[in-house]
């Protein structure tokens, strides 16, 4: 069984925003588990550097199902362009990557 | 030689909990360096949303010693099922990477 | 076009030693976005282990600029072997993704 599991990186502007979109996903069986972490995020925009307190998703999951995932988002993500990365799971404990497995519904 | 670096991710109950497990991997030289941070997770458990402060462990380490590391995580950890997943670290600064590499005993 | 997008890790000793890097980088277009978060760090230095509060960076960037990046971050941090490695960003959203691309000056 070819597996995907990847952690995908989402920011979001505040833990509302953060908690809204990380229940959603797991409810609709996209994400396995989730976690939040508010960060202080530097970056341009417009050719302006920016500062902004933000909140870090990290999402557990299977990229199978990243089209979904990145539609969910989008829907109720306040940002035009949110960032949506995926860095691989290359090896984990086995029982935990059946768990996340179990937890994701086969779109 | 061969060398498979990563970032490994392991979330913990406490903090308490947390430090116990980063200590004993850095003295049994399983691991090079161990960041935590608190963090909010959102998951599902027998079908139920659930949502749960934890501390997040992030392992700098080779994955040469997976096994080792997941074991010693294992007898530590107050979970049934830990989060214990690998990411790799594809490039790196060489004299930080050596740093790693002398940290880590060989078993 | 090949692109090599990632999120490159680098510790650094205070938010003032982490906002002074993550400016330089975004302004130099090294990186399109840099998050900062408080952490707790446990390691061993001449095989000693060391407890210390840190600031990690998230540095979202093209790693065909790393030997850039690397020189920039080393020129400004206060360690003499900072961490700086680099986890692989295998999928995202097409437009952040191009958003990256943007942002960072083909050096």
Known sequence: MRTDYAVVLV?????????????????????ACVSLTPIHSIYTWKSEVCQEDEWQLMI?????QF???????????SYEVPEIIALPIIKGSADYLNWISEQIQKY
């Open 11 to 31: 920011t979001a502007s505040s833990r509302l925003e953060a908690e809204k979109i990380a229940k959603a996903l797991v409810e609709k069986q996209l994400a």
């Open 60 to 64: 557990k999951t299977d990229l199978r």
């Open 67 to 77: 089209e979904q995932l990145e539609t969910q988002i989008k829907q109720l993500h």
